[in-house]
């Protein structure tokens, strides 16, 4: 994988290095409740991107001056392990692992009703097992899933993707080669049903018109990933609960 | 009155219920004049309300439940108790008299009332329902399972109560006393916990459980590798 010159990312026929087309997501797996050691937890798999998620709590905040009396703290954590990249990664947060940390938790801070839970703290992990690009979105989108497993109460559940542009194209979900030879790349996070932008980033350059269209195949991106959201956790409760 | 969901559906959060903000119950949220759910679960109309039942969560301590806690702290102003829930309540003592009278020590566990939940914390009350547990097998189990537990004005504690002869104490915060006569019939009834916790949503629970204490009781051996009770 040391490619010094850049790669033709979108061929002749209008397809990508992996075969798709500009507007198609990657291969899409989800699943909801894995980890069972956590009070709820999710795995979001997007072509080779790999995230699982851990919620724990609400317990007692620890230490205990930084409970709020009139609701909860939410921590949040994302790190991608050294095995992840192609080159390993340092151990520990980086500067980008911290960002992206407060990026996905004010993303989740904006549905949840801490308000239910006074004065104690949940706990969110976002673990990234294998990186290649939109490793953010992914994570979101799962830390989502493990809140909704755990129980706690939410506006609405988040679905995340980015999207890039390459030669001049608008894609949706970029992989990385994409992401690091392309224009631009923009993560999109959002509550399906009443379309609110909780996360919005962008990295490069786009005109008005390229960022409209760039949000509105995001917002179709987005829905696909709300039905496989909602397909899993279908899976997991409903086997159990056929009929009572 | 429109509703949006077949009744007994598994509901995500934020999906459109009703458009009748007076029919939000537990388990929802109201935007607009429209009652969405806020938790996974199973939506039901229980006395002209849209209610969620959540499939599994964190207790929620309210007035007036009946919580099991384990003794956390001592303080001059009364005693710390973990409820298993987010936050410890607090069993308030008027005098240092009474909280030596209580004779309580870290890690005892006591049988209380919730007199009050809000955001000057738990409190407990001291009333004569207020117990402190000598002997028995503590257990937990998800506290949206509790009214499973329960059954149907407890006629599923009851039956496992009569068929292994252990008296059984319910936590609505899903921590559980089991006494019994032998091990033999405490774990029997323990056991008969975890299966009803397994199988919360499953049809013709009651028969399936008796069936399952009645041969542990017999003497039968059915060890469950499953559980590590």
Redesign the interface.
Known sequence: MTQTTKPKLIDENGRRLDGRGPTDLRSLKIEVGILEKS??SAYVELGKTKVYAAVY????AHPKHLAI??R?ILNCRYHMTSFSTDERKILGMTRREVELSKVIREALES?V?LE?????AIDVFVEVVQADGGTRTAGLTAASLAL??????????IAAVAVGKVDGTIILDPSDIEDKYGEADMPVGM????NTIVLLQLNGKMTKDEFKQGLELAQAGIQKIYQA??EA??RK??A????? | MPIYFNEREIVLPGQLLSDDSRRAGEGTYVTNGKVFASTVGIATIRDGKVEVIMLKGPYRPMAGDMVIGIVSDIKPIGVEVELGSYVTALLKVKNAKELLSLNLKIGDVIYARVASSGLKGVLLELNEQFKKITEGVLLTITPTKVPRLIGKKGSMINMIKKITGCSIMVGTNGFVIVNGPSPTSEFAAASAIRLIERETHSQGLTDKVMAYVSRLVGGEVAYDTNDKT
């Open positions: 009070d709820g709590g609400p317990k007692e009396p009139d909860a549905v009703f239910e839970f006074p004065r104690s909704a497993d755990a129980g706690i109460p939410m506006r609405e559940l509550t399906p049903s009443s959201q909602r956790i279908r409760y409903g159990s609960t056929t009929e009572v």
